[in-house]
């Protein structure tokens, strides 16, 4: 509720939404629009190296719509290099590129190996299995990412000496697996917790309370915290900053979460 405090829900149709953050205005498709509510405070957490990123350009690996380029542009970087294998969210970060002019370029294909010879300064990979082509490169770049497998973990901690930040576990649930019931709660929870927050800040008093409450109602709701990760079962933030591992923030998560 805090931190999506002055976003802005400017349009909405049956299949995207138009939603303003800061100075920029991204098209979401509606599983994205929930999960940009639910995961930028993480974000802020674990999608940020303990070292500035003003000026630098970042390879986005499973890029969505371009949440997560906005994310990166709105910490100060110069450019973005977005790659997004689904050609219909590829469209999407086109369209959103164009409309903020962002310093960009989309790759609509798959994460390859041979990616990591771009020039950039930051990797964020976030593309369930993509992770464990990392196990063919020599070299690992200074990188975040969200690791679904335990033995590509434990391969990637003994080949580079990567650190787990954050270790989550959630229940299975065969109804989170099917996509179109997943993204249709997605949708609902999203648009909800966007239109509560709208009438938020256009009541005052006792009722504004209300509408306060009904926010932290929505995000305790169990779909808010599990529906787009309940696939996976057990997911792990982890990260790669060669020389510079020894930041509090980074010491702090990994010391309170174990393998």
Not at 5 to 13: D, G, K, M, R, V
Not at 94 to 123: C, H, Q, T
Request: charged share 25%; net charge positive.
């Amino acid at each position: 509720m805090f931190v999506t405090w002055n976003w802005t829900l400017t349009s909405s149709s049956s299949k995207y939404y138009n939603l303003r953050i800061g100075r920029y205005t991204v098209k979401l498709h509606p599983e994205y629009f929930h999960i940009i509510f639910h995961e930028w405070p993480e974000w802020k957490m674990y999608h940020l190296p303990p070292f500035s990123l003003k000026g630098a350009t970042v390879l986005d690996i499973g890029a969505g719509c371009g949440e997560t380029a906005l994310f990166y542009f709105i910490h100060g970087v110069k450019r973005v290099i977005c790659v997004e294998q689904v050609p219909e969210l590829a469209t999407i970060i086109s369209d959103n590129l164009r409309a903020n002019k962002w310093n960009a370029e989309v790759y609509g294909s798959p994460f390859g190996i041979e990616m990591l010879n771009l020039s950039f300064d930051f990797m964020k990979m976030d593309c369930e299995g993509c992770e464990a082509r990392l196990l063919e490169a020599d070299l690992l770049p200074t990188c975040v990412m969200e690791v679904h497998d335990r033995h590509v973990l434990y391969a990637l901690i003994n080949k580079f000496g990567l650190t787990v930040a954050n270790a989550k576990t959630t229940e299975w649930n065969p109804r989170y697996h099917n996509f179109e019931r997943r993204q249709h709660r997605m949708y609902y929870l999203g648009l909800r917790f966007a239109r509560v927050r709208e009438k938020l800040h256009q009541t005052k008093g006792l009722r504004r309370l209300y509408y306060a409450v009904i926010l932290v109602i929505l995000e305790l709701h169990p779909n808010f915290a599990t529906a787009y990760r309940a696939r996976w079962g057990r997911v792990w933030e982890a990260y790669y900053f060669p020389d510079r591992t020894n930041r509090k923030v980074y010491a702090r998560a990994t010391r309170s979460n174990k393998l």
